[in-house]
């Protein structure tokens, strides 16, 4: 790839990423700024107030109840999103 296909595909995201690319990853950032521990309601509280599309939403839902790592959250997710063929759309989280 030369360098102004590069700059192009960087101001320019492919057409199948989602306006929203990205959001729930800068959500899970917030929430873990400053616990190591987060619990199901304080995600879906995030995630209202963090606006996340009505798909990642039911996500958060699906949730079972406990307290969660920021590991085992991410883990939970990225298999949610990918299951449903996500990843490309609103991307992953780490």
């Given at each position: ?6 700059k ?74 990918s ?6 759309v ?5």
């Amino acid at each position: 790839m030369d360098e102004a296909s590069a700059k192009t595909t960087k101001a320019h995201p492919p057409d199948y990423y989602s306006e929203d690319f990205g959001l729930l990853q800068r959500m899970i950032d917030a929430l873990y700024q400053d616990r190591r521990l987060v619990s199901r309601l304080d995600i879906l509280t995030y995630g209202e107030s963090f606006d996340l599309p009505a798909d990642l939403q039911e996500l958060l839902t699906l949730l079972p109840p406990q307290r969660y790592s920021r590991q085992r959250l991410a883990d939970q997710l990225n298999s949610a999103i990918s299951g449903h063929g996500w990843g490309l759309v609103y991307g992953t989280v780490e």
